[in-house]
């Protein structure tokens, strides 16, 4: 795939593929496009990443992605501090604030236990979880790891730790999607589904 | 789809929109991805973008997409320079490049004819063509352009342009795709290759 008359478009090509679900074909279609239609875009998002890939670290509090000490999560006053919600990642974050709903504030593990590549308590902060949980007199603490075997794992070990301290802890309900059409949905889903099924009255 | 915790992370989702076929959803995926798993991967990609958008401009003899002052097709000797193939774009020299069947070079319009959005014979680099099948003493000119409208229309124009000049034209044949299965095939190409039929003998 190499272009054979450019090598600074070779080089485009061969870099826009670190991005995730972008092959061959497009990234060579992308490098064309910016190339002969939006230089500016272009010149903005390589600015952009420099300075994301510069600044962006982790919020002391919660650990999710943020350039700042503490996210803007973690400083609103607004936010409940007494509940916190566990996810795996900052994507994870996103998602909930999209949702609207949730009020409390949250802490991201960046990954989940996975022993065999050498992840353990340390490598997802559990550290630093109890030591906010102690700080706060955190009264909820609702795990939302992934529907996965190692998160569920994570999930487990997280609430064991957290009976020790007296806290309430809960997981998010998994399932059928609202709207979801039984036959789309995945095996698994559907067998959670129905192994969590509860008395209809 | 604002995330509300990182203003360098917004900015970096919503620059990554500028990548053909990148909605907000992957944007953020790409987003996270990169500052959690491939920072090295993401300031690749800022500096080739940086250094492409920077010194990429066009070729003097065929216009195609090069920071050199002549692509490399164009400079080498090897290249039949007798036979040009007009294509609209950077990347469908790449297509034939990578069938590898072509020996030629290439003229590339960077668009097609389109009055009504001003883009007219010197747009596309009209003057520039006939000057080089001049210079050249070109003997086959291959018509390469998209099989839509505005392509049969600028192949076409440059088609009596070349009559005048005393130049073999060719077309490059459209139809079915080897080993497409008609039922896969769209309408318009079926068409098209209905009405192209040649005598079976
Ligand atoms: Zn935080
Ligand atoms: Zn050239």
Chains 1, 2 share one sequence.
Do not use: W
Request: aromatic share 4%.
């Amino acid at each position: 795939m190499s272009s054979q008359y450019s090598p600074l478009i070779d080089e485009l090509i061969e870099a826009l593929r670190c991005l995730p679900g972008v092959g061959p074909k497009s990234a060579q279609r992308m490098s064309f496009q910016l190339l002969e239609r939006n230089r500016s875009g272009g010149a903005r998002l390589a600015k952009a990443l420099e300075a994301a890939i510069d600044k962006v670290g982790h919020c002391r509090s919660c650990r999710t992605l943020t350039e700042l000490d503490e996210c803007l999560v973690c400083a609103n006053p607004k936010r409940d501090r007494r509940t916190i919600c566990v996810v795996e990642s900052p994507a994870d974050v996103l998602a909930f604030e999209q949702s609207g709903d949730y009020r409390g504030v949250y802490f991201v593990l960046m990954g989940h236990l996975s022993p065999i590549d050498g992840i353990g308590p340390a490598e997802i902060g559990i550290d630093l979880l109890v030591e906010r949980v102690k700080a706060l007199a955190v009264e909820e603490l609702i795990l939302a790891t992934n529907p996965t075997v190692e998160g569920e794992a994570t999930a487990y070990y997280i609430s064991e730790q957290m009976r020790q301290l007296g806290v309430a802890v809960s997981r998010i309900a998994h399932g059928v999607p609202l709207g979801g059409e039984l036959e789309y949905v995945d095996a698994g889903t559907l067998a959670h589904a129905l192994k969590g099924r509860q008395r209809f009255e």
